[in-house]
């Protein structure tokens, strides 16, 4: 993330929104970060952004499949921030999974609600959207 940011990315990190079942914001990512009610680190304060408004969002992965889906935390947050992609063809942010090869599944289930990823990249290897495995 330093490395990037040296060289002139912004980054902007998800926030657990209080109210129950909204959609994950973020905020850009600063040196000072909280830890959140489910113990993961967070920027403390700054300018609230949606996620249709970010250009690419790395996703964090339990599992994946073939298909683009995903496996997360059962907490239903990234499906809730993105659910407008499923609406709309062709428009941002993409998603890319963030997963080890071993997190590589058959096929999950398919849910209406599941958002797809674009891509998944691994140690190994990038998965594209045509191909991902």
């Known amino acids: 993330m330093s490395a990037l940011a040296r060289a002139g990315c912004a980054l902007y990190l998800p926030v657990v929104n209080r109210r129950p079942h909204s959609p994950l914001a973020f905020l850009r990512w600063r040196a000072s970060l909280t830890t959140n009610r489910y113990g993961i680190m967070e920027p403390r304060w700054g300018r609230r952004f949606q996620g249709s408004q970010l250009d690419a ?39 890319i999974g963030l997963a080890f090869e071993c997190q590589r599944v058959g096929k999950l289930p398919n849910d209406a609600h599941d958002v797809r ?16 495995l």
């Open 57 to 95: 969002v790395l996703v964090p992965v339990v599992g994946f499949d073939a298909r683009g889906l995903r496996l997360g935390q059962g907490g239903g947050h990234y499906d809730r921030t993105f659910a407008f992609l499923s609406r709309k063809k062709h428009c941002k942010p993409l998603l």
């Open 117 to 132: 990823l674009h891509a998944v990249l691994t140690e190994k290897r990038l998965y594209g959207p045509r191909r991902m």
